[in-house]
């Protein structure tokens, strides 16, 4: 999944790594790259002035939002991503949530339930309000229609 096919080498260095029959409930606050192959019921957060990429595994499930540099999805988020740089959301991601991206790659076969929003309708603001501020907009947006 996340391999160069040519070398067969990693594309992605990943620090921290939570491993599949792993649950971890709570926030996540990160300064390097983690990799969740496991469960999260909470939020991943990289600590201002860092810029982390965070990967969803096939297995991996987290329920909250993710703030990242670079997002890799290939498993299940419940929650909305905010990404200062490139999301990658993979042939079987399942994403119910908003995506908030600096640029955007999507395999045919990824579902998303939710809405996709370019970093420049967005002010950058600090890891504490970005949760507030995506559900605010997918609020908004749903009223709407």
Same mark, same amino acid.
């Given at each position: 999944?996340?391999?160069?096919?040519?070398?067969?080498?990693?594309? @992605?260095?990943?620090? #921290? +790594?939570?491993?599949?029959?792993?649950?971890?409930? !709570?926030?996540?606050?990160?300064?390097?790259? +983690?990799?969740? $192959?496991?469960?999260? #019921?909470?939020?991943?957060?990289?600590? &201002?002035? %860092? &810029?982390?990429? /965070?990967?969803? =595994?096939?297995?991996? +499930?987290?329920? =909250?939002?993710?703030?990242?540099?670079?997002?890799?999805?290939? *498993?299940? +988020?419940? !929650?909305?991503?905010?990404? #200062? =740089?490139?999301? @990658?959301?993979?042939? *079987?991601?399942?994403?119910? !949530?908003? /995506? /908030?991206?600096?640029?955007?790659? /999507? @395999? &045919? !076969?990824?579902?998303?339930?939710?809405?996709? %929003? %370019?970093? $420049?309708?967005?002010?950058?603001?600090?890891? @504490?309000?970005? #949760?507030?501020?995506?559900?605010?907009?997918?609020?908004?947006?749903?009223?709407?229609?």
């Amino acid at each position: 999944m996340f391999k160069n096919k040519s070398q067969n080498q990693s594309l @992605e260095q990943f620090d #921290t +790594l939570i491993g599949q029959g792993t649950q971890v409930n !709570g926030d996540i606050k990160i300064a390097e790259s +983690l990799r969740i $192959d496991g469960q999260l #019921t909470g939020n991943v957060l990289s600590l &201002d002035g %860092h &810029d982390p990429a /965070v990967a969803i =595994g096939m297995n991996g +499930l987290i329920v =909250g939002n993710v703030k990242a540099a670079r997002v890799i999805l290939s *498993g299940t +988020l419940k !929650g909305s991503v905010y990404a #200062t =740089g490139k999301v @990658e959301i993979l042939n *079987g991601a399942n994403i119910e !949530g908003d /995506v /908030v991206y600096g640029s955007l790659y /999507v @395999e &045919d !076969g990824a579902i998303l339930r939710g809405n996709f %929003h %370019h970093i $420049d309708n967005y002010q950058k603001i600090d890891s @504490e309000k970005i #949760t507030e501020k995506i559900i605010e907009s997918a609020k908004q947006k749903r009223s709407a229609d």
